[in-house]
């Protein structure tokens, strides 16, 4: 009977840490990561407690949270409890609690916010304001 050929060690895979976006997530929390060579077109994303882009996202969200990295893009419509900014962001966002805009951020369009925070560098134009009033938080199943 013929032998069964030796088993091949598996090649280790680099695995990059998001060192760029800091983790805060609780344990079970829903978390889409969108990769550094990733488009992602023309959707809806909800029920996500928090989405992390690297890469390229066009869409619309419903969410706690959005941590944009550097290497990071997202355009279109945004309504979220905290945005952490550290690329672009162009397009209709509603951060209800607060938006960091990091040094490297660039934040474009119609923006409102609960507190803001820009760090020197961080850029932010367009049609800019304070949410006045209660604003319900963000309904995430």
């Known amino acids: 009977a013929p ?3 030796a088993p091949v060690p598996a090649t280790p895979v680099a695995v990059t840490p998001l060192a760029a976006v800091p ?3 609780e344990p079970g929390a829903s978390r889409l990561i ?3 060579n990733i488009k992602l077109r023309g959707v809806e994303i909800d029920d996500c407690d928090t ?3 690297e890469g390229r996202v066009e869409a619309t969200m419903v969410s706690r949270e959005i941590q944009i990295a550097e290497t990071g893009a997202f355009s ?4 979220v409890d905290v945005a ?9 966002m509603t951060a209800r609690r607060k938006l960091v805009i990091h040094a490297s951020g660039r934040v474009s369009g119609k923006i409102r916010y609960g507190k803001v925070t820009v760090q020197e560098g961080g ?7 304070a949410i006045t009033g209660e604003i319900p938080a963000a ?3």
């Open 123 to 129: 850029e932010m134009s367009g049609d800019i304001g």
């Open 139 to 141: 309904r995430v199943a």
């Open 34 to 36: 969108v990769g550094p």
């Open 76 to 79: 279109g419509k945004v309504d």
């Open 51 to 53: 989405l992390v882009v």
């Open 84 to 92: 952490e900014i550290r690329g672009n962001f162009q397009g209709e």
């Open 3 to 5: 032998r069964p050929a």
């Open 23 to 25: 983790s805060a997530v």
